[in-house]
């Protein structure tokens, strides 16, 4: 910007009145929340330590419920719609809706390619679109199921998951565990041998 241009645009706004904040430190809702709750919890907002806390925490609050998974919709038309393929290892972190809290959970997915495959990343950008929001485990799998299933054009799909919730481990019985969910659809739900090699090379055969 030049200096004329920087002149020119301080001159076109508008006069503010010394009791009136400039916009960028407008109030934000989420960070108001976040001292209420400090408060609450009968913490002094204020001190040193939490005096950056309420913007952090909002500032989390909307990169969590944001994330943009990029193009997940690209698919490659299939070579061999007779295999079995297996994306498994995806490690994403979501919040259980009851509490809260994070959980964190393993995903693999199978799928047998009608007529389109999907590319290797979109696995991953399909679970973590379904996981940064706020979840239980069922439905996580459920969502990631119906978008293979949409995107791939193919009914079978199945989708399993191993989960670690912080609102078991951390509270109520404090016990560490691990959930696991599972999607079985198509060939996967009917025949037994197609269930038995999905889960076998998604690791839980
Ligand atoms: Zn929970």
Not at 45 to 72: Q, S
Not at 89 to 115: K, Q, T
Not at 183 to 204: C, Q, Y
Request: glycine share 8%; aromatic share 6%; charged share 25%.
């Amino acid at each position: 910007m030049t200096l004329a241009n920087w002149a020119a645009e301080r001159m076109a706004r508008p006069i503010i009145r010394d009791d009136e904040p400039p916009a960028e430190f407008d109030a934000d809702p989420l960070a108001d929340l976040c001292r209420s709750l400090l408060v609450e919890i009968g913490e002094n907002p204020d001190r040193e330590g939490l005096a950056d806390t309420p913007r952090r925490w909002a500032a989390w609050w909307r990169e969590f419920t944001d994330y943009d998974p990029g193009t997940v919709s690209t698919a490659f038309a299939s070579v061999a719609s007779d295999q079995l393929v297996v994306v498994g290892g995806m490690r994403v972190w979501s919040l259980c809706e009851h509490h809260l809290l994070p959980f964190n959970a393993e995903i693999s997915i199978a799928y047998v390619p009608a007529d389109r495959v999907l590319g290797l990343s979109k696995f991953g950008r399909i679970a973590q679109d379904h996981a940064h929001r706020l979840q239980v485990q069922e439905r996580l799998c459920a969502g990631i199921a119906d978008d293979i299933a949409e995107l791939c054009g193919t009914e079978d799909v199945a989708v399993v998951a191993r989960g670690e919730h912080l609102c078991m481990t951390m509270r109520g019985i404090r016990t560490p565990a691990r959930m696991t969910t599972s999607v079985m659809r198509g060939v996967f739900r009917t025949k037994p041998e197609a269930r038995a090699e999905a889960l076998g090379l998604m690791g839980n055969g």
